[in-house]
């Protein structure tokens, strides 16, 4: 058995535990979950016997604009296989368990999904802004966050001395 088919099967099979939607997309099975689910899931892909995902190469924030999205790239040390996870985090209180637990590297990644989304890593080790200063007000990568108006952002500034 290939070993992708291999794969796909393990992930249908954690798509049921966890109430899970599988799809695949350009050659890469996507699991689509609850933020509830989070941590059970990404366990399980990175212990799949014979296809484990056991590295974690990168993790981003999206905002839907009804729900955010924290999306997990996975894929193995040892192998060819891929797994995208997407955890459905709500809107209106944005948290997740943190990943940090089952990769030390999910540190600065949840950090600047922080940072850009507001997203709660519950349980990350030290979670604070990354990119902006600690007294910035809004998260800029939210659809909903606002910033001045293109007439106000084209006009010219000039620093005068006297004031």
Known sequence: MA???VLRKR??????RVNGELE?????LILKVKASHITETLTAAKNFEDTPCDFLHDLAGM??????????QLCSLYGPQKLRVK??????NPVIDSATSIWGGANF??????DM???QFKGHPNLKRIYLWDDFVGFPMRKDYVTESPEVRNTVRVRREDD
């Open 63 to 72: 905002d839907h604009n009804d729900h955010f999205e924290v999306v997990y």
């Open 24 to 28: 695949e997309s350009l050659g890469t």
């Open 117 to 119: 989304f507001g997203i």
């Open 109 to 114: 990644l949840e950090r600047e999904a922080y």
């Open 11 to 16: 992930v249908e099979t954690l798509a049921a």
């Open 87 to 92: 955890a459905v985090v709500d809107r209106e």
């Open 3 to 5: 070993n992708n088919e």
